[in-house]
């Protein structure tokens, strides 16, 4: 996972000289998340062009659960949230906004579609392009992710079913 993050940095990085990269890490309940709760997601860098930092922060980013609440460490909404706030508060405003998601555990029952549905839409309201990495054999999760990715690229369903 590191290996994808670092390949995928450095490319975003070289390709052009304005792109910036920051980190979020979907964090369970810890002490040093905001406000001591259970917070969603966790921001480590926020976007930036130093390479020191950004990989620092890769390399920083614990290893959470299972993924079966938002307790164990995967809260894609509140992440993919706290990710567009990031962007919105960005030095370049000219360049292209994009989230990359990388998810290597299996998503619980929690995580709902339509909730993955709403985030989404947010995404394509507020203009953010989103991709998700899918790191593992987890078919259970491949639907739920396809929802926000169809949502936020405007295809799919559409609808609020």
Request: zero cysteines; a neutral charge; glycine letters at 14%.
């Given at each position: 996972?590191h290996?994808?993050?670092?390949?995928?940095?450095n490319h975003?990085?070289?390709?052009?000289?304005?792109?910036?990269?920051?980190?979020?890490?979907?964090?369970?309940t810890?002490?040093?998340?905001?406000?001591g709760?259970?917070?969603?997601?966790?921001?480590?860098?926020?976007?930036?062009?130093?390479?020191?930092?950004i990989?620092?922060?890769?390399?920083?980013?614990?290893?959470?659960?299972?993924?079966?609440?938002?307790?164990?460490?995967v809260?894609?909404?509140?992440s993919?949230?706290?990710?567009?706030l990031?962007l919105?508060?960005?030095?370049?405003?000219?360049?292209?906004q994009r989230?990359v998601v990388?998810?290597?555990?299996p998503?619980?029952?929690?995580?709902?579609?339509?909730i993955l549905?709403?985030?989404?839409?947010?995404?394509?309201?507020?203009?953010?392009?989103i991709?998700?990495?899918?790191?593992?054999?987890?078919?259970?999760?491949?639907?739920?992710?396809?929802?926000?990715?169809d949502?936020?690229?405007?295809?799919?369903?559409?609808?609020?079913?």
């Amino acid at each position: 996972q590191h290996d994808a993050a670092n390949l995928l940095v450095n490319h975003k990085t070289q390709s052009n000289p304005e792109s910036t990269v920051g980190v979020i890490a979907m964090s369970g309940t810890t002490a040093t998340t905001v406000g001591g709760g259970a917070s969603g997601a966790q921001l480590l860098v926020s976007p930036t062009d130093d390479m020191g930092k950004i990989l620092a922060a890769l390399h920083g980013v614990p290893t959470r659960g299972p993924g079966a609440s938002t307790a164990s460490g995967v809260d894609i909404p509140a992440s993919v949230q706290v990710a567009s706030l990031a962007l919105k508060h960005r030095r370049n405003k000219n360049g292209m906004q994009r989230v990359v998601v990388f998810v290597g555990s299996p998503l619980g029952d929690e995580v709902d579609n339509r909730i993955l549905q709403r985030a989404g839409r947010q995404l394509k309201k507020n203009n953010v392009a989103i991709d998700v990495v899918a790191l593992g054999e987890l078919e259970v999760n491949e639907e739920r992710l396809r929802v926000l990715v169809d949502a936020a690229n405007g295809t799919g369903a559409g609808g609020g079913g």
